[in-house]
């Protein structure tokens, strides 16, 4: 069954510093990977979206890297800024395009 | 626009009440999914249907029901059979680039 790791589980930062939070996965065999926003009560915003056969996807200050073997992915977050804080999730889709495993989520505070 | 939606934003059940949240979307995505998210806690799946009039139980699909009559629509039911209801529940619908969500519902037993 696959599992999804997300760390670190919270984070505080100054503003202007680069970041990088990271997600595991135990089976190498998805269909892509999806990173996510959420702003407390709201709903997930999509990030960026690695398709398996992918290393990476940029999107403004943000950069997603896959590594399929290693079961990693990285988020990088360039020059932070305060409306950044939220909690971020990652998400594995398999590769029979049925399960949508979660991570648990790493909540990040950028402070001004 | 398009999108997910889903109502009501908040809703109030009483004990032995059945409730019904509303997801619809305009996006044409055959796949469609419900998770609960609980306080600190990850994204748990209850159900997903993948085409039309076919649904699957996710991890914690006891004392939910779900219905798949329309690729738009995919209401969920929260039965008096659930014995702790009170959670953020969010639907999405995922196509080939990639899953997309509604804003959320919160229910809250009183």
């Known amino acids: 069954k696959q599992e999804v790791t997300q760390i670190p589980a919270a984070l505080s930062v100054p503003e202007g510093e680069n970041l990088v939070l990271n997600c595991s996965f135990t089976?190498?065999?998805?269909?892509?990977l999806q990173w996510f926003r959420q702003d407390p009560g709201k709903g997930l915003t999509s990030l960026l979206l690695?398709?398996?056969?992918?290393r990476e996807q940029t999107s403004g200050r943000l950069n997603a890297s896959l590594d399929k073997s290693s079961g990693r992915s990285t988020l990088y977050i360039a020059a932070s800024q305060p409306g950044d804080s939220a909690t971020y999730l990652c998400?594995?889709?398999?590769?029979?395009?049925?399960?949508?495993?979660f991570g648990p989520g790493t909540r990040l505070s950028v402070l001004p | 626009d398009g999108g997910i939606t889903q109502s009501p934003k908040y809703l109030f059940r009483k004990e032995g009440q059945n409730v019904t949240l509303s997801c619809e979307q305009n996006?044409?995505?055959?796949?469609m999914y419900w998770y609960r998210q609980d306080p600190g806690q990850g994204l748990r799946l209850i159900y997903y249907?993948?085409?039309?009039?076919?649904?699957q139980k996710g991890d914690i699909a006891e004392g939910y029901s779900v219905s798949r009559e329309k690729k738009e629509s995919f209401p969920l039911t929260v039965t008096s059979a659930q014995k702790n209801p009170t959670a953020f529940y969010l639907c999405?619908?995922?196509?080939?680039?990639?899953?997309?969500f509604g804003q959320g519902t919160r229910l809250t037993v009183v």
């Open positions: 998400a594995v889709r398999d590769n029979y395009g049925q399960n949508f495993v």
């Open positions: 089976d190498s065999a998805i269909y892509n």
């Open positions: 690695i398709q398996s056969s992918q």
């Open positions: 996006l044409n995505h055959d796949a």
């Open positions: 249907s993948q085409i039309v009039n076919d649904f």
């Open positions: 999405a619908s995922i196509g080939y680039t990639g899953a997309f």
